[in-house]
């Protein structure tokens, strides 16, 4: 758990605002493509070339500052997220907008590092209300390229880590806001809970495909809901090119704990 | 599993097009306030009238024909569904749009029907693409104001209930397009996974209280992920009035698989 300087007061014309105010974003691109051997995991071969470095390079398009990860563990991506965090606590960086993407493989409620599985609740937290005060009211998206098949060894043993609810103030003047952790957070899955996700990293695997897509024709004006919408509605309607999998069919979604509508094109003429 | 009329053909226009086209909807209101001795859960008085017969009402005022049901056991709420899918595979309804809300009690992966908890899972699979074909393409709503706590029993001996994905076909012209079965659903829940809801029948639970007055604020032109923004917005402010809850905090979420832009309102002047 990091500094917090929930004593910075929060106006309530932020708390109000029918959108986020995003002028800075920060969006980090982790790949993880070749895995420690215990894990038996395939490797992700062209994942960088054809689908991590185009995203980076669209939130970059799109005025985000985008940092490229490979093959990191779990105790890299921790350090690394902490790292964030304390340039936010330290005003090193001023961020409106953070944005994590994971591309690697996963199952029902984990990823994978390149040395272990990572719960992706865990993940989230890092960024909550009670341990990055410095994003408290400001969209955090979480994208990941994995599938979510249920393993046979997830499940009860490994459980759901509840952290306990402190309580996280928002000083307003006199009025003190008490804010959910779950708040602010967008979380945009490559399939469905329980399925398979397409991985054709010889040209981008679906999801990627149209997200790289839909990202480049985003309008200034366009809301990142109705982005991600016309990415479902793509995805959908992906046919594998494998005979095996001809008749298996993939549906991404997101979920949304988000307070205010979200533009994330910082982009004018 | 009922009758399959995937010969009708869609025109590729419904499939690419922008937005559901919703010219008639169908919202079903199941309201459980008293449940069966053996489940030892507490009677959500009030309920039935400050939380779902407003809500129905405010469904019934954009343009939706309503049902509102109270104390349902699961199979009355089968028995209801295959009446509902009956009609419209038989013609005699025709709705662009169903919404089912459920009030009610409820743990981590179920909610409460009258006599036993029914897999959230398990309600919504009743209307995929492979189990009513008359609503491929539609948007499916459901909104659950229920408990999300893991209970010591979910979990691991439940599992999940994976139906297997068989093929789904819309014909259009010679073209064939498979629709996976988790498109177009969209589902909304008072409070994030793992958490507790907020029950306060006696003047509404704070997520329905704003549910039912942002549908009411809601413009023709306004989008359904605005309007439940604005509800995850409210709810996260919200304050408990007794002393022993003040410092939890709800925050309502939705989780989308919806493959077009959404716009309820059906009223016009």
Redesign the interface.
Known sequence: MTSRSTSGSISGSV??AERYIIRSGLAVVINNSEFDGRLRLPDRPGSLENEAEPLAERFNGIGFKTILLTDVTKENMENKFSEIKSNLARKIEQIDCLIIIMLTHGN?DSVYAQDQAVQVDSIMSCFSAENCAELILKPKIFIFQASRQ?SPNS???I??E?VE?E?VRVSEGVEV???????DFLAVYST?L??KSFNQTERASPFLKHLIDELKNMGVDD?F??V??RV??QV??F?PSHDATK???????????????LYLNMTHD
Do not use: W
């Open positions: 708390l109000d029902a249920l499940g009860a043993g459980g759901y509840k609810q309580e806001v008490r804010i959910p952790n779950e708040a469905a329980g399925e809301d809901y109705s991600l919408t479902n509605c959908m309607q046919e008749d298996i069919r993939q549906m991404s979604c997101f979920v949304s704990h988000l307070t205010k509508d």
